[in-house]
């Protein structure tokens, strides 16, 4: 019949066999029932009056049929369809047999039937769930046409077609309301989807972002936070559910002020002396959290002073040559001068004028150096062998003795990928700096390398036993031009830290039991790809 061709897209495999599922439930609670008050002759007395001996085996072997049935179902054995049309049919016979044994339709157990033909629409599409109900109305004839040839009295075969109708018209309502439950169905695991992948999609890109971002809850303690807040605050992956007081209280104290006083701007900080400047932004949540936003200031102060440094190269390599020849006229005419003059006046100022001219000098070629500085050629370095020779080859040019340089080795196996000669340039002038701020008359080492790994990282450690950088220093010790010593250009603590930023390193001062150290991190994700 065409009118139960409905073009039903059925749900997925899983649901099916759930429901499935639930209606072998039902049909085992339906056997259970019906052997029951036959065997324990519980109230209706009509149940099996008709036949009893036959009553009984057949609500037996249907109970057991439901038994079987729910271990098939549940281990989802089969095609589904094949499954779902044995069992409906099977249900179909019995209950048919369960009338006859009983009596007959006048006792209302036809109804029975129509639950199995609902169960049809529901879990058969198309036609199929139209065979059901074929079937159910044969057999409801079927049996009424029995009883008639053994001489059951009047039979009312207009009660057998209805009840056929109705279980057509049963069959029709269950294929449309079951296609709308699927239909609605389908939309809302689509939209479960969707917001699954969405929720996924966000979480990606918060955890991808430069900036950092934390929810803070009311009592201070950081709920969330994505992996670049992590890294500006110096937090490890496996603490969660912390207090943001325990790691940063200049940000505490501006979460606190800008809770009270609603200051939308702040000053940028420092959470830790080994980790970058860090700018904090605020934004109120509905549940009354606190988003913050942690962006990192060094990259953009690197820019500007890139830009700075590039205007004071090009500049520089303009006037050069009009600055070097009057400078080497003065030099020469000082050696000059310095000859013919043997009085303690003259070649003091000589000496000023020599070791001036010399200093100039070296600004303008390290200047030059920088702007013309080559692109970054990383290629994978093995720390430990490489600091070994490093040293050695320090040792040597600077007559320096091995006790008073050391190596302290941690981890062997660490790697990086960095410039080689970028990272010679960085070391050299870190330990040219260690060196001359270091205390010569001390009995312990002078100078120590570190080399170890720490929270994803791997860290080198050039410390002295001197006094360390003074607090007026710290502000501003990278910054280019910046020296408390007399002959020093201060360029090269600022060539270091941009030539570690260039190849994904980052360079700091810290102070700690070994003394004052300039370390240089590199974060192991950035090695992932070693071989």
Not at 23 to 42: H, W
Request: include cysteine; aromatic fraction near 8%; hydrophobic fraction near 45%.
């Amino acid at each position: 019949m065409k009118v139960f061709n409905i073009g039903i897209v059925p749900s997925s495999s899983t649901a099916l066999w759930r429901e499935l599922a639930a209606f072998s439930l039902y049909r085992l609670f339906l056997a259970a029932v019906l052997f029951s008050v036959f065997y324990f002759k519980l109230p209706p007395e009509f149940l099996g009056h008709a036949a009893p001996e036959l009553y009984g085996r057949i609500s037996l072997l249907y109970l057991l049929t439901a038994v079987i049935f729910i271990g098939i179902t549940l281990k989802k054995l089969g095609r589904f369809e094949s499954s779902a049309r044995l069992q409906l049919v099977l249900d179909v016979v019995f209950i048919t047999f369960i009338i006859n044994t009983s009596g007959g339709l006048h006792t209302g157990l036809g109804l029975l039937l129509v639950v199995v033909v609902v169960a049809g629409g529901t879990l058969i599409p198309g036609r199929l769930s139209a065979f059901i109900a074929a079937i159910a109305t044969l057999s409801v004839l079927l049996e009424v046409s029995y009883s008639q040839i053994l001489g059951g009295g009047i039979t009312k075969y207009s009660h057998a077609g209805m009840l056929g109708a109705t279980f057509f018209a049963t069959a029709l309502l269950s294929q449309i309301l079951s296609q709308k439950m699927m239909a609605s169905q389908r939309v809302a695991e689509q939209r479960a989807k969707d917001i699954t992948n969405l929720a996924v999609l966000n979480e990606h890109i918060i955890s991808s972002m430069q900036t950092g971002i934390v929810v803070v809850d009311i009592q201070g303690r950081v709920t969330q936070s994505n992996h670049s807040a992590r890294k500006l605050l110096g937090l490890s992956h496996e603490q969660s559910n912390y207090g943001l007081k325990a790691f940063s209280i200049p940000l505490v104290e501006q979460l606190s002020r800008w809770k009270h006083e609603r200051i939308p701007r702040f000053e940028p900080f420092r959470p830790r002396e080994d980790l970058p400047e860090v700018l904090a932004r605020f934004t109120a949540l509905n549940t009354g959290e606190a988003l913050i936003y942690l962006d990192d200031t060094s990259e953009l102060a690197q820019q500007a002073q890139q830009l700075k440094l590039a205007s004071l190269g090009r500049l520089t390599a303009s006037i050069a040559h009009e600055i070097r020849n009057p400078l080497g006229a003065i030099s020469h005419a000082g050696e000059l001068l310095a000859e013919n003059h043997d009085d303690e006046v003259t070649v003091k100022l000589t000496d000023i004028i020599q070791r001036h001219s010399a200093r100039v000098n070296g600004i303008i070629e390290t200047i030059l150096h920088m702007s013309r500085r080559k692109t970054v050629e990383p290629k994978v370095v093995i720390l430990a062998l490489w600091l070994e020779k490093f040293i050695n080859e320090f040792c040597e040019i600077k007559t320096i003795k091995k006790p008073d340089l050391i190596l302290n080795v941690s981890t062997s196996l660490a790697k990086v990928s960095m410039d080689a000669e970028q990272l010679h340039q960085v070391m050299w002038n870190l330990l040219e700096n260690a060196w001359q701020y270091s205390v010569s008359d001390n009995s312990s080492q002078r100078v120590e390398v570190k080399l170890f790994n720490r929270d994803n990282e791997v860290i080198i450690d050039v410390c002295d036993n001197g006094e360390g950088v003074s607090e007026t220093m710290k502000a501003n010790l990278f910054e280019p031009f910046n020296s408390d010593r007399q002959d020093g250009t201060g360029l090269g603590l600022y060539l270091a830290r941009e030539l570690c930023q260039a190849n994904g390193a980052h360079l700091s001062y810290i102070v700690d039991g070994s003394g004052h150290c300039f370390r240089v991190s590199f974060p192991v994700e950035r090695q992932e790809n070693l071989q």
